[in-house]
């Protein structure tokens, strides 16, 4: 079974600021590790992936996410934020061996203070 | 390249009723997922269609069905509806090459009431 954990539901954050949104996963299989990003009245825009290789992974807009298996976790960051980065993100994990499915965390709402 | 695209884009049902949410999955893609997404939460796998045969199924109720068409476009079914029935539902569509990439659609605004 497959389970993601995104530790906070709400970042407040100011512009120009860094910010982390926290992931940790569990799986008992080889894992692949999403960030999706939704804003307001939208579906989700896959923002970054890590299947294999390089533990670090970065997308067009500056963020990236770092795979670390031995704490199970898969954070998001950026050095500094902007006004267009609020929106809720979500880290999801598979499909794996044997299962299609992603599986999401409960999301992170991401809110950029002016 | 249009990409995952579904329809309509709202929708509102009684309680009791049936419902049919429809999906067109990118071009080049042949797989087709179903989410729901309940306020405030993840989405929720509910099941992926592949070959117009369900492949896999979440933790679902029978009220869920789907069906895929040889045009790989897919439909969501839902009977019965209930008050916890709305949701955002969303689409997703992937290769067999690159199964673990998902495209997702707007989605659909179910409120039951």
């Known amino acids: ?114 | 390249d249009a990409g995952v695209t579904q329809s309509p884009t709202h929708l509102i049902k009684t309680r009791g009723q049936q419902v049919t949410l429809r999906c067109s999955p990118k071009s080049g893609h042949d797989t087709v997922s179903w989410y729901q997404q309940a306020l405030g939460q993840g989405p929720q796998f509910i099941f992926q269609y592949y070959e117009e045969e369900e492949r896999q199924r979440g933790n679902f109720p029978d009220r869920f069905s789907g069906h895929q068409f040889p045009n790989y476009s897919s439909e969501l079914n839902v009977n019965a509806l209930l008050l916890g029935d709305s949701a955002l539902y969303l689409c997703a569509s992937s290769s067999r090459l690159e199964a673990y990439e998902q495209y997702f659609g707007p989605g659909t605004r179910l409120t039951v009431t």
């Open chain 1, 1 to 114: 079974a497959q389970s993601v954990t995104q530790l906070d539901s709400q970042v407040p954050v100011f512009e120009e600021a860094p910010v982390e949104l926290r992931c940790n996963y569990s799986s008992s299989v080889s894992v692949y590790l999403f960030w999706y990003v939704q804003y307001p009245n939208q579906g989700l825009q896959l923002l970054l992936k890590y299947l294999s290789g390089s533990t670090l992974v970065e997308s067009i807009n500056g963020f990236e996410a770092e795979f670390n298996k031995s704490q199970t976790s898969f954070h998001l960051r950026k050095p500094s934020v902007h006004i267009s980065d609020t929106a809720e993100y979500f880290c999801a994990v598979g499909p794996g061996a044997g299962s299609y499915q992603l599986t999401f965390g409960k999301g992170t709402k991401l809110s950029v203070i002016p």
